[in-house]
């Protein structure tokens, strides 16, 4: 029994995504709260260069699969960006120290 070729070229990405994958999470968990937020502020640069890529992808794409595909990237890489920045703002606003604290009455 033969195995396809398919399989045998699928196998190399699918075991460095499951390594990155399980590699992510591993360092993720162990960040202290305290850095959290610069995590996230260097994550949403990264994520704004993948939304350019996505639509220099979607510009170079000359096929209708190909368009679709980076219509999705770049709709999704964008989404990816604006969720960052709404999370790490709330972040922020979390330490906010310049709200002024309630006067107790006594």
């Known amino acids: 029994m033969t195995v396809p070729t398919w399989v045998i070229e699928i196998i190399p990405p699918v075991y460095i995504a499951v390594l990155a994958a399980i590699t992510g999470y591993e360092v993720i968990s ?5 850095l959290h937020t610069p995590l996230m502020s260097g994550s949403n640069f990264i994520h704004g260069v ?3 890529g996505a639509m220099v992808a979607l510009g170079a794409a ?17 989404a990816n960006v604006t969720g960052g920045y ?4 709330r972040i922020l606003e979390m330490f906010n120290r310049s709200k002024p604290t309630p006067k107790k009455q006594g």
């Open 30 to 34: 162990r960040v202290p709260t305290l």
């Open 62 to 78: 000359s096929t209708g699969p190909e368009q679709i595909v980076g219509f999705l990237a770049v709709v999704l890489a964008a």
């Open 50 to 52: 993948v939304l350019v």
């Open 86 to 89: 709404a999370v790490t703002e």
